[in-house]
């Protein structure tokens, strides 16, 4: 009997690093379940993939726990149970202006969002991971680690997620790992539903600023998602993962 391929469940997919990742696994033959809200996006993300039948796509709010269940329940049946968690959904624009003037509900979308959706996610995607002895990975951020002014929410959420990760390692393992990954910067534009048709080339300065001489790329992110979640990483959980390039590593001085 040939043997299952395995099954991910990625929160986010339908753009952007999220899609990055499942076009990874998709290649390697994985069975990929994407999770996201934007219709639009899930419509653009079919067209691209071509609608292969290792891809279900399901409309799903993460921060919206009857609609967490039903997703889960559909994808782990799709998938004959689930072997991996990527929880990438988050909300991608950091600066909400002044904390004199920000708004609770700003603030309360991107925690709901970027923190308490990975929390529903993992909630009901354990007794499946458990079954598999799978793995769980958080998309957190290098504003988790460093930030510019007016970011507050954005630096909270992703902080969160990188202490939520240390402690589903302790409450999973053995049975369970969990990491986080923090991407700086990711050239994503070409991942987007709305994609320019001829973006602008990136400046040189802009891939000088890091130490490895490049921007990054959601195939960047992708490598360390399937590193992960492979059996090779046995022995790392309750880790996070800088991916930047060595940029929150350089020392900048002002004259």
Known sequence: MAQQSPAILITGGAQGIGKGIAAHFLHKGWRVVILDQNTEAISACR???????NLLL??????????VTSAVEEAARWGEGLDA????AGL?????GPIETLELDQWQRRIDVNLTGAFLMVKHT?????????????????????SEPHCEAYAASKGGLIALTHALAMS???????NSISPGWIDVRAWQAHRPSE????????HEQHPSG???????????VAYLVSRDAGFVTGQNFVIDGGMTRKMIYED
């Open 47 to 53: 067209q691209d993939f071509g609608d292969p039948d």
């Open 58 to 67: 399901i409309t799903t709010d993460v921060s919206r726990e009857p609609e």
């Open 85 to 88: 968690l990527v929880n990438n």
């Open 92 to 96: 991608a624009d950091p600066d909400t």
């Open 126 to 146: 354990v007794p499946h991971l458990r079954q598999s002895r799978g793995s769980i990975v958080n998309i957190a951020s290098t504003r988790a680690l460093q």
């Open 172 to 178: 999973l393992g053995p049975d369970v790992r969990a």
């Open 199 to 206: 973006p602008q080339p990136l400046s040189a300065s802009d």
């Open 214 to 224: 490049r921007v990054g790329k959601p195939e960047d992110v992708a490598a360390m």
